[in-house]
């Protein structure tokens, strides 16, 4: 079996799963649900990994394959095959969505399990992970526009999961809204790609690319990838298209770690990783992207020091991580970027495992102010918690620290006005340690809170009335609304053997990639990368050590600060956000992003929309229509007034139509 | 002569006819009105007759003269028949066949 | 000499026409067709048509007129009121018909008429109008028509006693 075979087994069994659950679920009882659930997912993986052996099997220039199962479209010179393309890059993806995915699955085969819609959930997941793989084994721009819109539906239909809820359901619409804007920045890129090039696959495509581009920054290729970013950028929620990741909260904790952490907001890292060739050509789009993912990573990081509920500073720190994601592959630090998107993944998905342990166990209330003491009621998820946010914080030796600083190694070898991405690459480093331990130092230590005490004393998790978290409003625990039990880590095995493994691989998993000594990833993605001069730029390895070194004293620095601040010295907190009202304000206000986006998007196709309804609708339209009735009514009553009965009268019209016929005859003859 | 002048007068003639049948209306005179139509076109047949000179328009006039006799006695029949039934005789009454 | 023996049948024909659209009494209407019948007569002669005009007088003016003449009496001569259930028709009759005249003399004199463009005989053979010219030609060029003519002749008079019969039968039984 070649790797193009794995690579269709690999998407097949995700969607088998979710087909088979989703058709299943009054049948099948909720446990097996989950188990074919696990399963698909565990054993997509496995394919990834065959492909992976099959892959390692061939020699380096030759480990790309594409297969095609069946031409879908031949248009006017337009060949779309449902073809796929697996090289080291869509395996390593693959690897990363289907390993961390099979770790969720787990976590919610637990979490999940008094929900009224267990299936409901367990066939989107899968159809999620379907769409994923989709997305990153796709062989052409079509299959992976494809691919993009379904992780998009996925994404609604997780968010809006608890559908009776109308905060949900809002913020699942919102984040819809914003990825079609997306979609259609990258429909557009494709419609220019098969315009300018011709071919919409990817082997095509990137050889034909630097014939058709001969000299770099041409307009069109510039505007090919712009639009290739406006893509990425919805899908990954960097500025200006940010606003959904923060309500996508809405959505359960599982989800959160999957799709907003760990693998759809990765998928416009992935895209431009892909079409390298493409931003090698357009050096000025590469530079946007990765503009843009400084200034997201360095907003994103004031916000999440600033505001209190759990799920959103964590959703704020995966939106400053994926910034420095962008900044590495618009960079050229290709495999630097894809490490990071690695250990992100294990580091982020344990946060919010844990984090959702917390939340259970504060019977479904998510505003940290309240939350203390949970060190002693919580152990395991305290120790998980500790471990993600050291992996962040990219604390030395765990994986966090060889992704992150990796990337401003690179930064600082290509010199020039890209030290700006080291320096605010370590402001947002320091940063990152603030917020990661922020969320530690509030909840962890200290007398136990209320919720925390009644766990200790009499080890049931606290039962509170079903509310919104957010509103207030009273629920009911039928479907559409979370289950009346809350699971937390410490007495569900299933949480427990999800996060034990994440939190492994956010300790150790860096270990693949060490300067000098492992450099696993750089090898392996070598392949997909070797056209590029970029990747080729390598810094030497005391070079790198050095910037480890300097990304380590950052990191133990903001850790220790973060410590003085909430530990040593409790008011000072408070005596900052005094001093720096405005700054405060701007920050908790998450920088006035969705007013901004209200005032110069939304209330212009309002006003759009009542203009039309008010003028053109019924002039245009309605007279379009009116006129139309009218016109033919009023033929109609004229050609029923010729019918008198009177002999005359017909003998009038006789004579007209004679004489109309003979004038046309003598103008004609004239 | 140039034949002109007796075009000219058969459009004339046909034409007067033509007003009578719109202007009047007893039945009667309307038929009458007609009859002008009609000589009025054997006129023009005799005209382009002698101009070919053939006789073609000549036997066309012969059979304009019969179907004029025919439609003389169908006409006249129905005009006494609506006499007898005492229906007024005026065109403008006869309207059943309106719609 | 010619053209004065044609304005005078002219304006005979053209009198008896006018004279039938206007006179009010159905009766004198039918008369003035008849003197109208015998100028065109006249102008037939002009063009050299001898048999016509003859047939003209003895079956046109001779029988069909008495027919009219018949049934005029017949039916009485009701003086109608002119215009009152279509006053339009009072203008826009006539100004029909005068643009119907316009348009064919414009037709005719434009010489836009191809049958008109083409040189006319100047001199005729002899026998051209008489009997036996017009007998010859309707016995072998047009035979077919008059078989047909003579058939539509049986009808007519079928219809005229059909027309008759059932009316006397209805009086009888009413």
Known sequence: MNAASWGWLVLLFPLFGSLLIGSTYRVLPARTAGLVGIG????????????????????????????????????????????????????????VVTGVSTMIHVYSYSYMKSDEGYHRFFSYLNFFVFSMLLLVLAGNYVLLIVGWAFVGFASYALISF?????????????AFVINVVGDIGLVLAAILIFRELGVVDYEAVFEKA?????????????????????????????????????????????????????TMVTAGVYLIGRSYPLFELAPAASDVAAIGGLVTL???????????????????????????????????????????????AFFKALLFMAAGSVIAAMANMQNTDRMKGFYKAMPFTAAMLII???????????????????????????????????????????????????????????????????????????????????TGEHEDTEVGYPGSEHHIAEQARGMKIGMSVLGFLALFGGLVQVPGVTEVITHFLEPTFEDSPLAAMHPSTSEAWKGLAKGGIISVAGIAFTWLLYIRRPDLPGMFRRRFKPVYTLCVNLWYGDQVIDFLIVRPFKALGRFADRAVEPFVVGGLTNGTIAVVRSAGDAVRDMQTGMLRGYAVLMLSGIVGIALYFLIRSI | MAIEWYLVLSALLFSVGFTGVLIRRNPVVVLLCLE???????????????????????????????????????????VVAMFRRRIALDVDEMKELRG | MVEVAFFFGAIGALGGAIAVVTLRNPFYAVLALVVHLVFLAGIFLLLL????????????????????????????????????????????????????????????????????????????????????A?????????????????????????AAIVLAGRKKQSEEAG
């Open chain 1, 40 to 95: 698909a997912i565990a054993a997509a993986f496995f394919c990834g990994v065959a492909a992976l052996i099959s892959l390692q099997g061939e020699p380096a220039e030759s480990r790309h394959v594409a297969d095609s199962l069946w031409q879908y479209a031949s248009v006017g010179g337009f060949e779309i095959d449902l073809g796929i393309y697996v090289d080291p890059l869509s395996v390593f993806m693959v690897l």
């Open chain 1, 162 to 174: 608890w559908y009776r809820r109308e905060t949900a359901t809002k913020a699942g619409m919102k």
């Open chain 1, 210 to 262: 630097p014939e058709v581009f001969t000299t770099t920054n041409e307009w069109t290729a510039v505007a090919i990838c712009l639009l290739l970013l406006v893509g990425a950028f919805a899908k990954s929620a960097q500025m200006p298209f940010h606003t959904w990741l923060a309500d996508a909260m809405e959505g359960p904790t599982p989800v959160s770690a999957l799709i907003h952490a760990a």
């Open chain 1, 298 to 344: 360095l907003v994103a990081g004031t916000i999440a020091i600033a505001v209190t509920d759990l799920k959103r500073i964590i959703a704020y720190s995966t939106m400053s991580q994926i910034g420095y994601m962008f900044v590495g592959v618009g960079i050229g630090a290709y495999s630097a970027g894809f490490f990071h998107l690695m250990t992100h």
């Open chain 1, 388 to 470: 993600g946010a050291l992996a962040l914080s990219a604390f030395p030796f765990t994986s966090g620290w060889f992704s992150k600083d990796e990337i401003l190694d690179f930064a600082a070898f290509r010199g020039g006005w890209y030290e700006v991405f080291v320096i605010g690459g370590y402001i947002g480093a320091f940063m990152t340690a603030i917020y990661s331990f922020r969320i530690i130092f509030r909840i962890l230590p200290g007398p136990p809170c209320e919720e925390a005490q009644h766990l200790i004393d009499t080890g049931h998790v606290v039962h509170g009335e079903p509310v919104n978290p957010h």
């Open chain 2, 36 to 78: 002008l139509m009609l000589s009025a076109g054997a006129l023009a047949l005799i005209s382009f007759s002698r101009l070919h000179g053939d006789g073609d328009g000549q036997v066309f006039v012969l059979m304009v003269l019969v179907v004029a006799a025919c439609e003389v006695v169908v006409g006249l029949g129905l």
């Open chain 3, 49 to 132: 048509a001898q048999f016509i005009a003859a047939a003209q007088i003895v079956v046109y003016a001779g029988a069909v007129m008495v027919i009219y003449v018949f049934v005029a009496a017949y039916v009485g001569g009701i003086e109608e009121p002119m215009f009152d259930s279509a006053p339009q028709l009072r203008i826009f009759g006539p100004i029909l018909a005068a643009a119907l005249f316009i348009e064919i003399s414009i037709a005719v004199l434009g010489s836009s008429l191809i049958g008109l463009g083409s040189e006319g005989v100047e001199k005729v053979e002899s026998g051209f109008g008489t009997p036996e």
């Open chain 3, 134 to 158: 017009v007998g010859k030609l309707m016995l072998e060029d047009f035979l077919i028509a008059f078989e047909a003519a003579s058939l539509l002749l049986l009808v007519a008079a079928v």
